[in-house]
């Protein structure tokens, strides 16, 4: 099932005769046979090793961003731009490229090609690069080496020349003109314009892929040969206000998700949420709809997203309540074709407060053992409304509905938690996994839910009450 | 220069190595400091770094040839199973498959010593090998692997190390699970028992120790190509010649026709010191279909079948007096080769690193159905010191002593085995440097700090050998132009070996760094270099090279002297030029003299002196830890770790500082994240990706303070280099260890120390 998809892979108007199913990876290591991208042999968006970057038109603007190509099917670079880095190299060294070699923030090497990547792309996105932000666009990089240490050191270099510079309006001309990306970028908008966008047609209705960052993962082997449903991206605005309500559609990312202004209102430390999910290029593929579907009873966004009052509009006009839609371990109140198209938030009245927790045995690019979200409002000392949600306690991401309503009307105090606890013990049901035991997870969740007040309200509650 | 023949000793673990060697006939003239030095010691940026960083550097992963042929291994999803039936039919009739190897059809040739085949009837462990499988493309191959049908019968399994030396447990040969012969290793001084009498305190405590696995970034893998009846190998290895014998051997053929060769390679950490069945299946098939064959494992065989750091578990008890005095310490030790023979001991810290006069350790290696344990950054080193520096920390809080000054009261100068003194042993500068840097004074009791998030201080102390020996040969050539190579046969492993060798040569010949070729990791077309483990290559090599590049010299001198008539002594060698020292403008350059030689080029070969028998040849250190414990969550974060170490000169400070933090990071991974987790009752490992199986990410790397209070050891080597790779690991976890129970006053006695176990440890408390 091959058929047509255009784009410009570095330098090179490309017309490639592919599965749209098939790995950017492997299209670029096997057939374009440029092995300066790696697989660090993970294929599944855990080492950064393959990273890329993908260039599209956005609102008239040409946007970058940085991909696992391990995870990301070749039909989704259609009409886009692919710079892996043989596509960064010239004559000499970029500065992104001297600085690593003069920290030696490479050692086996191996790894190396993706942190330059993923460095390459963050400036491309930011103008206003910082350490904290540099350090955590490599956070997806994995090196089993240097220790980091040097790394960073590059990255400091980086960032502190980059503060020389006057920002432009224009980070491409700039970075061009600093040569930290080569000439051809100025060109690269008006030949994307150029290329003639071909219609992907589908061949297997059930394989919708959003970002792809859990279908690759879990089934490659199925999707490399077949032609997909790509969710498309319609509206004009990803993310928009109507009414009372959010609307977030079904391409929307984690990474549009989280700077959104429109989110930031309701949970204000979204972006800082963000951070602890997964790492910047499974950000920048990874879908909310996606995160649902999946249905991982671990899913952060799913959690975040059931703490309040949601609804999924699916392509067929049905609509269906968040907290109704997952009716046991991965099966959902949805057939195999309706596609998410949109997710409506109500926005709750009053002021509320949110707090969101997450352990897991690294802190960071790790699925959580135990995941919560809290959101409240209250009324002097009266809780007026809440919502409660925990991961990894039972076979769906999940909704503690009883809690919830016990905490409802009730004064803030360390009685009402204490009698929460009791109920939240009646309303999960851990099992024993990889990512802890039973028994540890149901202590988690209780210490998570203690933590949202402890955070939430420090001069009310202390641990010492609890 | 002349040489001798000579017996050379060199101790690494239990084993006294003797090797009959080529050294210099004498001592070579010695390298001046650092500070009186051009380009040694210097920040100097790797030579191959450009490679590197616009990823057009070719690792064996990338290699390739337009007729190429892929390899898999089929490898059993069971862990002690025998094969009843193996049946190829269908999987040989797919197009493009090229050749399938089973144990029916495989030479018989025996691997882990006569334990098991190439191919054998019975599979021990989850991913042993069953078939192999050659086709035109990986995902033939991979289809062809589902399409072949193996009848096993199941056996009865174990996995579980202390499971295993049950007496019911089932047996992977007829042998018990602890081998009649090595299984048990026996050590003692003094009197233990007598030592215990005479403390104050005695504590008696157990420790364990998780199986962790290498995971280099790249992975395993070989291509392999026949020219006539030579064999070439290309392989992703940190010894090309110890692959070329086990090859050579495998397949019965002249070593010299088997020519290994490592270009770059993505990390090995220990894990690819020897040769894998993967190369002799490939080079075996690519006989028969007359094309390279490349074979590549994936990650999940990376995770089951390349080597691991075996558990360990460990029943410590310790003796001291009130005044700080170590009167006993004995150790059972019980660990995991795995499936297959393999060192699994972790008692050399405790037996070594302080004094104390009675001691006595039993060690116990274990046969289970698991992956096979290979050497992984200082072997036992890093399981034993991490339960040594626990329960050290936890006598001294008995005993009402600082940590610090329990160790500095129990410091020995001599080896305590041979009694002879240490070349070296600046372990108490460490200590004052060390703990100034990570403010030790601000100490607080354990448990003491308040608040949600704990904070905490530790360390740990190292001892580990890294002096390297010869035999190690260098060739340096030096061309008409005066452009210079050099040959030796040891490996980079992204270590800096292209960096340091580079760097000698232009010290000691006074030419630009740039216009120096390094030709390394090539059994065919360099003399011979040791694998490169145990923190030997550069301690090994570097006086080597340093030997070929004063004989270099020397051979210009004395030519210079025959071309202008000038005697040897009255000439002065300066940045590539040689000229009459009374009189500077009577000179000839290096490229003018080969050419009046009518020389094309000139060769002069170095080689590794001999070991000192006096000295003991150890490496020292310590590492402080500050972290923090959220006592709600459990979640561990370290902050800065200082370490402070006595590893002889410092050859490149760049090279140097990443193998220290690469060493501590992995430290802190083994301390905080690695982690093998076996399923008991299917016998499967449950983590074999990066998904499951967790490493540091930038984000988790604390400070990293680098302190190097040895300028040099001249009793080593004229370089006074000893090798810090596996020392820069060594001591993280006990130091993370202690400081995660200075924090949170709870001792967390086996590794990885995950917020499961921290809350769990809490909240039993109460
Ligand atoms: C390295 C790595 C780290 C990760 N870390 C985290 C983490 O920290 N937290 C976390 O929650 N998740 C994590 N994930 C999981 C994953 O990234 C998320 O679940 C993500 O939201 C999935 O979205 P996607 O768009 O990539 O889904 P896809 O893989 O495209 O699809 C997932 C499922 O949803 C369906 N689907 C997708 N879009 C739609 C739609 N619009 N309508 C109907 N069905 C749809 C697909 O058919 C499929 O069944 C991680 C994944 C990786 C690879
Ligand atoms: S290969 Fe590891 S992230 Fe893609
Ligand atoms: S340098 Fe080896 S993995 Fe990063």
């Given at each position: ?100 070699t ?6 086996c ?17 930011n103008?206003k ?8 666009a ?25 503060k ?23 060109t690269?908008?008006?030949r ?6 071909i ?8 394989l ?19 032609d ?60 909310i ?24 509009h ?77 991961g ?75 | ?29 010695l390298?001046p400091l650092?500070k ?102 990986e ?84 291509v ?12 992703s ?38 040769a ?6 490939a ?63 972790a ?13 006595e350790t ?10 096979r344990?290979?050497?992984f ?21 008995k ?6 000054e ?9 080896d ?46 190292q ?33 800096g ?58 051979k210009?001198?004395?030519s ?19 000229f ?8 000839i ?29 150890n ?88 302190i190097?209070?040895?300028e ?7 370089t ?47």
């Open positions: 099932m091959a058929q047509k998809i255009n784009f410009i892979l570095n330098n090179v108007e490309l017309s490639v005769e592919s599965a749209t199913g098939k790995t950017l990876l492997d299209f670029i290591r096997k057939d374009a046979k440029l092995t300066g991208t790696k697989e660090g042999c993970c294929r599944e968006g855990d080492c950064g090793a393959c990273t890329v970057l993908i260039g599209e038109i956005i609102n008239d603007e040409l946007h970058y961003k940085s991909v696992n190509s391990c995870l990301y099917p070749i039909g989704k670079v259609n009409g886009k731009h692919v710079v892996t880095i043989e596509g960064i190299n010239s004559d000499e060294l970029t500065p992104v490229q001297h600085a690593y003069e920290e030696n923030a490479s050692q090497g191996f790894c190396t090609p993706g942190f330059i990547i993923s460095t390459t792309g963050y400036l491309l996105k103008d690069p910082n350490i904290d932000s540099a350090i955590n490599v956070a997806g990089n994995v090196c089993r080496c240097t220790g980091y240490v040097s790394i960073k050191r590059a990255l400091n270099d980086i960032v502190e020349e980059m020389l510079y006057d920002n432009s309006d224009n980070v491409i001309t700039e970075l061009i003109s600093k040569k930290y990306i080569p000439e051809y970028f100025s690269i908008k008006e994307l314009k150029r290329l003639e966008i219609e992907l047609k589908e061949s297997n209705k059930t919708i892929v959003g970002g792809g960052t859990d279908l690759y993962v879990q089934r490659e082997d199925d999707l490399k040969n077949e997909l449903v790509f969710v498309s991206a319609d509206a004009a605005e990803k993310i928009y206000k109507e009414g009372n309500s959010i609307f977030i559609t079904g391409s929307t990312t984690f990474q549009e998700l989280a700077h959104s202004d429109v989110i930031k209102e309701l949970i204000p430390n979204i972006e800082e949420v963000n951070k602890l999910i997964a790492s910047l290029p499974i950000r920048n593929s990874a879908t709809a996606g995160n649902i579907v999946n249905a991982s009873p671990i899913a952060d966004m799913t959690i975040i997203l059931l703490t309040l009052n949601t609804a999924l699916l392509n067929d006009n049905r609509t269906v309540p968040l907290r109704e839609f997952f009716l046991g371990y991965k099966t959902l109140a949805k057939s195999e074709t309706e596609i998410i198209e949109k997710i409506e938030i109500q926005i709750p009245e009053g002021k509320t407060l949110f707090n969101f927790e997450k352990v897991s045995k690294r802190t960071h690019l790790d699925i959580a053992s135990v995941n919560s979200a809290f959101i409240i409002s209250l009324e002097d000392k009266k809780i007026v409304s809440c919502g409660l949600s925990i990894g306690v039972a076979p769906i991401p999940l909704f503690l509905k009883e809690t919830s309503a016990y905490l409802e009307g009730k004064d803030l105090d360390t009685e009402t938690i204490k009698g929460a606890l009791k109920i939240i013990d009646k309303e999960i049901s851990p099992i024993s996994d990889v990512r802890g035991s039973a028994e540890y997870k149901r202590l988690l969740a209780k210490q998570m839910f203690k933590s949202h007040f402890i955070k939430l309200f420090p001069d009310k509650i202390s641990v010492e009450d609890l | 220069m002349s040489r001798k023949i000579i017996k050379s000793k060199t101790y690494l673990y239990d084993e006294k190595i003797e090797t009959i060697a080529e050294v210099p006939e004498k001592e070579l003239e390298l650092n009186d030095l051009k380009i040694i010691g210097k920040k100097i940026p790797r030579v191959d770094a450009e490679e590197k960083v616009t990823g057009t550097a070719v690792y064996t992963f990338d290699k390739s040839f337009t007729n190429i042929a892929y390899g898999k291994t089929l490898r059993s999803p069971h862990p002690f199973a025998k094969i009843e039936s193996i049946d190829t039919s269908k999987a040989e009739k797919l197009k493009g498959v090229l050749k399938i190897l089973t144990y029916k059809n495989a030479p018989d040739i025996g691997w882990y010593g006569s334990y098991s085949k190439l191919l054998d009837q019975t599979v021990r462990y989850e991913g042993d090998e069953v078939a192999f499988i050659v086709a035109e493309t995902a033939i191959a991979e289809k062809a692997m589902s399409l072949i049908d193996v009848k096993y019968k199941e056996l009865d399994f174990v996995t579980d190390t202390l499971e295993a030396i049950k007496d019911n447990a089932p047996k992977i040969y007829e042998d018990s699970n602890i081998p009649k012969t090595r299984g048990h290793a026996h050590y003692s001084r003094g009197n233990f028992e007598e030592g215990i009498k005479n403390a104050d305190v005695v504590i008696e405590r157990d420790y364990t120790t998780q199986v962790a696995i290498h995971n280099p970034t790249e992975p395993h893998g070989s392999v190509k026949w020219e006539d009846d030579q064999l070439i190998v290309w392989d290895t940190q010894g090309v010649f110890s692959i070329r014998d086990t090859i050579a051997n495998s397949l019965n053929m002249p070593e010299s026709k088997v020519r290994v060769i490592k270009e770059y390679m993505g990390g090995g950490f220990g894990a690819k010191l020897e894998g069945k993967y190369s002799v299946m080079a075996i098939a690519s006989k028969e279909i007359k094309r390279p064959v490349k074979v590549i494992l994936d990650r999940k065989a990376m995770n089951l079948a390349v080597g691991n750091r075996p558990d360990s578990h460990q029943k410590i008890k310790a003796g001291a007096k009130k005044d700080g005095t170590l009167t006993a310490m004995g150790l059972t030790n019980y660990g995991t080769m795995g499936a297959y023979p393999a060192g699994a001991g008692h050399w810290p405790l037996r070594s690193l302080y004094k104390c006069d009675n001691i039993n060690e116990y290696r274990v046969f289970t159905n698991t992956g344990a290979r050497p950054r200082a072997p036992g080193h890093v399981q034993g010191t991490f339960a040594l520096e626990s329960i050290l920390d936890d006598l001294a809080e005993i009402d002593m600082d940590p610090l329990f160790r500095i009261k129990n410091f020995t100068p001599i305590q085995d041979s009694k002879r003194p240490y070349t070296s042993k600046k372990l108490i500068e460490a200590y004052k440097m060390g703990a100034k840097a990570i403010n030790w004074e601000s100490r607080k009791p354990a448990g003491a700090s308040d608040g949600i998030v704990k904070r905490g201080l530790g360390f740990a102390s001892i580990w050998w890294g002096g390297g020996s010869p035999p190690a040969y260098a060739t340096v050539k030096m061309n008409r132009d005066g452009s210079v190579q050099v040959l030796c046969g040891t490996q980079d492993l992204g270590t070996t292209y960096t340091i060798i580079s760097q000698i040569t232009a010290e000691v010949l006074e030419i630009p760094i740039d216009t120096i070729d390094v030709l390394i990791g090539d059994t065919q077309a360099t003399p011979y270099a040791p694998s490169s483990g145990g923190s030997t290559t550069a301690p090994s090599i570097s006086p080597a090279v340093y030997d070929a590049a004063l004989q270099m010299k020397a210009l001198i004395a210079a002297s025959a071309v202008l008539d000038i005697p040897g002594k009255e000439l002065t060698y300066s940045n590539g030029k040689i009459e020292t009374k009189n500077e403008s009577n000179s350059t290096n490229p003018k003299l080969i050419r009046k030689m009518r020389e094309r080029v000139l060769i002069a070969t170095g080689a590794r002196n001999q070991n000192t028998d006096k000295y003991a040849i490496t020292f250190g310590v590492q402080f830890a500050d972290v923090e414990v959220n006592t709600l969550t459990g979640k561990v974060k370290v902050n800065k770790i200082v370490a402070a170490h006595d590893i002889g000169r410092t050859l490149n400070r760049l090279t140097l500082e990443n193998q220290f933090h690469g060493g501590i990071i992995m430290g802190l991974s083994f301390a905080l994240m690695d982690e093998r987790v076996i399923d008991e009752y299917t016998g499967k490992v449950l983590t074999t990706n990066y998904h499951d199986y967790k490493m540091p990410t930038i984000k988790e790397t604390p400070e990293i303070e680098v190097i209070v040895s040099n050891d001249p009793l080593v080597s004229a006074g280099v000893k090798g810090i790779g596996e020392p820069a690991m060594i001591p993280t976890p006990g130091a993370i260890a202690n400081a995660v129970y200075n924090a949170i006053g709870v001792r967390i006695n086996s590794l990885p120390i995950t917020p499961d176990k921290i809350l769990t440890a809490l909240n039993s408390r109460g």
